[in-house]
């Protein structure tokens, strides 16, 4: 060395190893800025594997079910039949294990038991569903039943007296008998009912209720309950029933949303929003981007566009193909109803937030001739759903592709202008019971990752909200999958819950709020 170096640099630091010591330093200096999370951008190359990921302050955990999976006492204490205890007790049955929702985790008696093993999750939020026949048995506050009030008002008060905020969802698929008598879904006074028996709520429990969801699904509502009839009311009428159905459900949201922001707001400071669930699709090899447009505008456009859009009303797309396929099929009218221009305004606007239900992950392709095979929603969609042999498929037949969320997520942001979102319900289903469920783990683990890089690239999501506290009924596969983060034994008196593997790494991720580096 020191006979190269230059007479006049002697006994000093040559530039050349100034050059390399300032090298090291900054190859140091990046290292701690990325992987500290700093100056991570979620961008894939980037992302820091071995640090906490953070989420914004307040954001909130959370965990969900059901009243009719998880009450019980169908027939206790002034409660009257809702449409899944008829369709449940039908002979032949037609829930996979033959089982009904009769006692179920049995909620109703021990929903005390459910607010300690949330406090033992560290949850931030409990979204849970009134049960419309516990409280107003035949569907109209002609006549309220205080004794179920009184369940709801009592587990409410249970939830914030431990520091758990309530977020409930008014309708989760069991409609009051009575209801049903007079037509349902299908009758247009459904959306009046609606608005009724939500008025009740907010008047009832809106003082203590601060985030509301009006209806659960209502692409299951319409599909599976009026399409294929795997769910109540079990009407098999496809490409009619559905489409009026999902009309009147929307009108029956937009409904209950205007009436709290003329009447509530104000005073109860609260947030309502929809729970709307769609898979995320990917183009089957050799198809076009354009099918998976298709498929996303058929599936959550049905129900987001109408709301979360511009323009409002349902997407151009759906309106073009139902009205051509309806003509071609000999109707003189578009099986798909029609909103008027004030409907349309009304609908517009109508939440405050999108709540995402997601499972999985559908490859999807173009179907070339779907007019011969007659009226139905997936012929009018002209899309193929199909099962990628790489993928894992979970009992439910729902298939995990890690990256789901952060894409579904980025078609909302791009399409709806960026609404804010809480994920209401993601889970993972088992068909045997265990308590070391390291598959449920890498799926909300994987879940999590998503939404935080979602939120990295300026996805306003809220909330995580993990489906399920605990095992329960299932619809129609009844109790022969499980979704819960506890264990129930369904042949103990008591439902004994018990905390699987996952439960403890859900209460990790809510205590950091963050997800551990891996
Ligand atoms: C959702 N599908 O149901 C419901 O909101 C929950 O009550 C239910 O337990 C959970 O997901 C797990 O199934 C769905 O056929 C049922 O596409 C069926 C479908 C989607 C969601």
Known sequence: MRTIMPRKFRGRLCPVWYCVLFFIVWIFFSWVFFYTGEGATGDDNLESWFVDKEFPEGFHWGVATAAYQIEGAWNKDGKKESIWDEFAHRRPSPIKDGSTGDDACMSYDFYK???????????????????????????????????????????????LSNGIEPMVTLYHWDLPLALQ????????????????????????????VKLWVTLNEPWVVSVIGFEKGDHAPGVKDPGVSPYIVAHHLL????????????????LQKGLVGIALNTDNFKAASGSKRDVVDRAFQFHLGWFAHPIFSKE????????????????????????????????????????????????GTTLVSDDPDTVKRGPSYTNDSKVIKQANPYWETTPMGWQFYPDALKEILA????????????????????????????????????????VWEAIQYGSAVRGFIVWSLMDNFEWAMGYSVRFGLYEVDFNDPKRTRTPRMSAYFYQNVTQKNALSGV
């Open 113 to 159: 038991s459910d607010v300690k093993i949330l406090q033992q999750l560290g949850v931030r939020v409990y979204r849970f569903s009134i049960s419309w026949s516990r409280v107003l048995p035949d569907g109209t506050t002609n006549s309220v039943n205080e004794q179920g009030v009184l369940y709801y008002r009592n587990l409410i008060e249970q939830l």
């Open 312 to 359: 409002g009303n349902y997407p151009g797309i759906m309106m073009d193909r139902i009205a051509m396929n309806s003509a071609m099929q000999g109707y003189n009218y578009s099986r798909l109803p029609s909103f008027n221009l004030d409907e349309i305004q009304f609908i517009k606007g109508s939440a405050d937030f999108l709540g995402l239900n997601s499972y």
């Open 251 to 266: 009108l029956a949201h937009a409904k209950a949303y205007r009436i709290y922001q003329q009447h509530y707001r104000k």
């Open 411 to 450: 078609w909302i942001r791009d399409e709806y202008n960026n609404p804010p979102v809480y994920v209401t319900e993601t889970g993972f289903p088992d068909d045997k019971t265990m308590l070391e469920d390291r598959a449920r783990i890498n799926f909300l683990e994987e879940s999590i990752r998503n």
């Open 181 to 208: 008598k007079k037509g349902g879904w299908l009758s247009k006074d459904s959306a009046k009912w609606f608005e009724d028996y939500s008025r009740f709520c907010f008047d009832t429990f809106g003082p203590k």
